[in-house]
């Protein structure tokens, strides 16, 4: 069944050099044969699928670099379903790799500030997950539409999104995310029952998950666990908790997830001004904005640039000094 290509490839480039480069690799019998109306060779989508495994699986700080890939695969797949004869199986396949790239590629745009953007993939992404009969998937890309709610202030719709996706749901993995998400909203929205109540659910689902997780929410783990339920204690005002769960959550993270410490270190920079300790809570700022700045993710840079601001009225502290002068650097 052949989709409108405007779905998946609003605002999305032609296949790109970058690409066809990578395309040297393989046997050119094998892509010249996959488009054109000829029957796609299911090695080609099984090199496909590998190239993107392998792209999606990248430490953080090299991210940055894989946009043109991606962007070029998804056209690729793309090109496939509209133009390609495949069986049902190969559709589904076909199908549920364009809804991981758009799911990816979402997220590159969000990390770049590109919100409406991100959106359109992400929606896109839902819209395979849904030909692919993958119902996970479809609804951890809703809450990743949600996540970026909660990002732009909007916690009400990001709930309301999370209750939806939430009766979707089936792996223990993937029903933590959501109610971990679910809980920073409700903790946005000063509801405490309802944020514990998530909190408490994200962990036990985390805890009784024996299968593989899905690709999409693998790296879901403790330290997620951790550092979301200090997030949800400081928009509770409960800075000095929030503290504790967040140092802990830190420490569990492996270096491969830069951004995620990034964003982490922030908002422990942010528990421990609201306590009073603004050296501190300084130098984890900075840190945060350095690691931000090497992994190219805007969005987290802005956040430091926001938190910056609260930093003002310290600045006969040495600390906050150097802060404020480095992010003046990044205007």
Known sequence: MALDRRTF???TPAALSALALQWATIDPALAAGATNGRRVDPAFVDWLEKTARDLTSLPTAHRQHTGALLDGHLTTVV???DHGSYSSHLE??????AARVNQTIGWHRFDHEHHAAANRYWHAAVHAAHHAGDTDLGAGTLSDIAYQNIWLGQPRTAADSLEHALSRTVHPTARALLFLRKARA???LQEPRACYRDLAQAEKRLNTATDPAPPWCAWMSPA???VDTGRCLID???PRRAQDQISQGIALLPPARNKTKAVFLAYEAESLLAQGDITQA???ARNSLQLAQQIGASRCVQQIRDLSTTFAPHLSDHSVEHLLHD???MR
């Open 186 to 188: 409700h903790a946005m």
């Open 236 to 238: 509770l005002g409960q």
């Open 224 to 226: 997620d666990v951790g």
């Open 327 to 329: 992010v003046a650097l």
């Open 79 to 81: 090109d496939l379903l």
């Open 9 to 11: 490839l609003t605002y």
């Open 282 to 284: 300084a130098e984890l």
């Open 92 to 97: 589904t396949r076909l199908h549920a790799l």
